[in-house]
């Protein structure tokens, strides 16, 4: 199966003109910066690097992955947006999603006028892939969003592989909580399908989500319009400079130390909140949160946040279901004894 990216790309984005900033044009370091109108006094007077070259270098490093495969946005939504910018004709174009999931694929959709349709997971929380065949050969439909492990559900996808090779538009795979999960991340794959988006975000594992960086990892194609139609300067140079320092080798170990302390938590959270007379049900997990049933969400919800404790309410979306993220070993104290305190 052969795919030409430019065939899916929208018609007005493949003529695009982007724009050329003054930085796009001069790249040297050294020299006296007449060409872009800033003002020659002060710390931050001088615009950030439209690439983001160094967080680049260094996510190339650490992931083995080549600098033209790496996307930055603000947050990873910014590449969920763009990829409807890129790839679908509003009022023409459509993309897929498996509900219950992220809501800003829709969010998406709608601000950029594109049909949503939405297939829901099974009863276990995976594709149906019978339900799913006839969409694939639909002409318009140019992204499949799967978000694996799903939130709010907390599972890993499966059957991902058999979409990669059976749909000839976008596969866009949000991996916002893959460094909590013992499956392996399709960073790895975008090689093989030049087709495949697969984002993550400096938001949770990381621990940065005030930072607001997000990436995208695709084929050099995909990543080639990602950068024609960004807004030049979408990352500041304080949230470069905040990435950089956190991407700094002893502090990588101490998000790697972050995770392995929050997956101990959550082990220890769900032990005990099988022991909570009003939890029904708790789902298996491959994220940093917990799905629970219980008998009646809206008002056990509405109970903890009387006594401070703020969970999500996810009950418009799976019944009686709440979202708990698991917390410091303190929180998770607090939101147990508060909970057991519930009648
Ligand atoms: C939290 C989350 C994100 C993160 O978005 P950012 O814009 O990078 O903060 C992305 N996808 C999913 C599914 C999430 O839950």
Redesign the pocket.
């Known amino acids: 199966m052969t795919i030409d990216i430019k065939n899916l790309v929208r018609k007005n984005i493949l003529n695009l003109q982007p724009y050329s900033s003054a930085r796009d044009e001069f790249e040297g370091k050294n020299g006296i910066f007449l060409d872009a109108n800033e003002n020659p006094f002060g710390n931050l007077n001088r615009y950030p690097d439209p690439s983001q070259r160094k967080i680049k270098e260094k996510l190339s490093e650490l992931n083995q992955i080549s600098i033209e495969n790496i996307f930055l946005g603000n947050?990873?939504?910014?590449a969920i947006d763009l990829a409807f910018r890129i790839f679908c004709e509003p009022k023409k174009d459509k993309v897929l999603t498996f509900s219950p999931t992220?809501g800003?694929y829709e969010v998406s959709a709608n601000i950029n006028d594109v049909e949503l349709i939405n297939l829901d997971l099974d009863k276990n929380f995976q594709i149906d892939l019978e339900t799913l065949k006839p969409y694939l050969n639909d002409e318009n439909l140019k992204i499949i969003f799967i978000?694996s492990p799903n939130?709010p559900t907390g599972n890993s996808i499966q059957n991902i592989k058999y979409i990669l090779e059976n749909f000839n538009g976008i596969v866009f795979i949000?991996e916002?909580?893959i460094d909590f999960s013992p499956e392996e991340t399709f960073r790895n794959q975008i090689e093989n399908y030049p087709n495949l988006i697969v984002?993550q975000?400096?938001?949770?594992a990381w621990g940065m989500?005030s930072v607001?960086?997000?990436i995208a990892y695709a084929s050099d194609e995909i990543i080639k319009f990602y950068n024609k139609i960004k807004p030049p300067y979408n990352i500041s140079q304080l949230n470069q400079d905040a990435i950089l320092n956190t991407i700094d080798n002893e502090k990588i170990n101490q998000v790697s130390e972050n995770i392995e302390i929050i997956l101990k938590e959550k082990k220890n959270l769900i032990e005990n909140l099988e022991e909570v007379d009003l939890v029904k049900k708790i789902y298996p997990s491959d994220a940093n949160f917990i799905l629970v049933k219980v008998d009646n969400a809206d008002s056990v919800y509405q109970k903890l946040v009387n006594q401070n404790v703020i969970i999500r309410n996810r009950n418009s979306v799976i019944k009686n279901c709440l979202r708990i993220t698991v917390g410091s070993p303190e929180e998770n104290k607090k939101l147990l004894k508060t909970l057991k305190s519930i009648n």
């Open positions: 947050g990873s939504d910014e992220y800003m978000c939130n949000d916002a909580y984002s975000t400096f938001s949770k989500a607001r960086v997000g």
